[in-house]
């Protein structure tokens, strides 16, 4: 038998170990995210790939976050989560410092799938067990989303950083970096305390922790945001664009509070679709700095708007005791987007006359109709039920 201890929980939104989690997921999503660009321009310049070919081995990575899924309930319930955190993170790092040294494109193949999958296991352990373990009960909505927040802010610095040290720097002393940042992720989630827990025995396999089903249809039409960023990241190469984009996200997070309570979802999703499209009509329009850095704000304001609500559909729907698979399904799906984004922005730009902030504005339009014709009723309905069965 396990003896179990209890810590008393900090009771306030904002306590140590939350503002530990967040500063060690924006490290995480730097690492992860400034490899991107590095090894996208590495496979076109090493092993004479096309741009879109290379992107289809960079979107293992993405495939590979859904291979270990139906054991991540069994990780944190069988084991000290924590443990499993910090060494999904440690290994992380040490494949990163052996891109270098692969000699055959097996090797890059098998690098990348095994990333994906410690990605996969650091972020369900955090971003759906860890959040909700240090944070109040009254605040875990709130918790949830500053947590996506701090992962979106991670995404555009490390592409932005990425892309620059990729003009000065070897790619040895990119994957030194990443790894330095994944190191210091580590290094604060194992300062994070949390109560003991005694082992469960959980089964081997399931759906817990992994996907929701009724988050699925809502997660399709959410994917339409992380894809237009994707898209972008196939076509503007410039790292202070996404520097602009973190801006962005920035601003929204300050915009009163009162403000954007008075904003109901139609508004949002609106806002959200509208600022991107009037930001991909900048890009393809003008180049000088300066529109360069409006257009850029204006799609992390979209970004962000629109991320907003998709967010508090995803926390929503699922029952008190699928937080966390709820909130995994659309880490799980924003990561798809994105990947899907630069995939289909390669392809179309090599295949197609045309460039992929094209694609980006039609799948706007196409996100923006499917929420008003469908998501926002799927979500009403299924809202309206789980009231009645909580009478």
């Known amino acids: 038998m396990y003896s179990t201890s209890y810590n008393t929980p900090e009771q306030t939104f904002w306590n140590k170990n939350f503002v530990l989690l967040i500063l060690s997921n924006v490290l995480l999503y730097i690492s992860v995210y400034m490899l991107f660009p590095v090894l996208q321009a590495w496979i076109v310049g090493k092993w004479g790939y096309f741009p879109a070919r290379a992107s ?6 993405c495939i590979s976050l859904f291979l270990p899924g139906a054991v991540n ?48 296991i650091a972020l369900m352990v955090t971003g759906s067990t860890l959040v909700i373990d240090v944070t109040p009960s009254s605040f875990r909505s709130k918790a949830n989303w500053v947590f996506a927040f701090s992962g ?22 990119i994957m030194y970096m990443s790894a330095a940042f994944a190191a210091v992720a580590l290094l604060l989630v194992s300062m994070i305390e949390i109560c003991f827990r005694a082992p469960l025995e959980p089964p081997l396999l399931s759906f817990d922790r992994f996907i929701l089903f009724r988050n699925i249809p809502p997660g399709i039409n959410m994917m339409t ?11 503007k190469h410039d790292y202070f664009f996404y520097l602009c984009i973190a801006l962005g996200f920035i601003i929204f997070w300050f915009i009163p509070r009162a403000i954007k309570k008075k904003a109901d979802d139609v508004v949002r999703i609106v806002t959200g679709y509208i600022f991107m499209t009037i930001s991909l009509y900048i890009i393809s329009v003008y180049q000088h ?15 962000a708007s629109a991320m907003c609500q998709y967010l508090k559909i995803m926390i929503k729907l699922p029952k008190h005791c699928e937080r966390g698979t709820g909130y995994h399904t659309y880490q799980l799906m924003w990561e ?37 014709l469908f998501t926002r009723g799927y979500f009403q309905k299924r809202m309206d039920c789980k009231q009645q069965l909580n009478k």
């Not at 295949?351 to 109709?369: K, Q």
């Open 289 to 303: 700095h300066l529109t360069l850095c409006v257009s850029g704000i204006i799609m992390g304001l979209g970004v």
């Open 336 to 372: 798809t987007g994105i990947m899907m984004g630069v995939v289909l922005g390669f392809h179309v730009c090599k295949y197609y006359e045309s460039d992929s902030l094209t694609l980006a504005a039609g799948i706007c339009m196409a996100g923006l109709l499917c929420y008003l």
């Open 56 to 61: 289809f081995v960079s979107s293992l990575f």
């Open 152 to 173: 979106g802010i991670g995404m555009l610095l490390g592409v932005s950083g990425g892309l620059y040290f990729s003009s000065i720097l070897s790619i040895n002393y």
């Open 225 to 235: 945001v992380p894809f237009v960023l994707g898209t972008i990241l196939a076509y």
């Open 73 to 120: 309930n069994y990780l944190v319930d069988a084991f000290k989560r924590k443990n499993v955190c910090t060494r999904s993170i440690l290994l992380f790092a040490l494949l990163g410092l052996l891109y270098p040294y692969a000699d055959q494109m097996w090797m890059i193949y098998a690098l990348r799938v095994l990333q994906g999958i410690l990605f996969a």
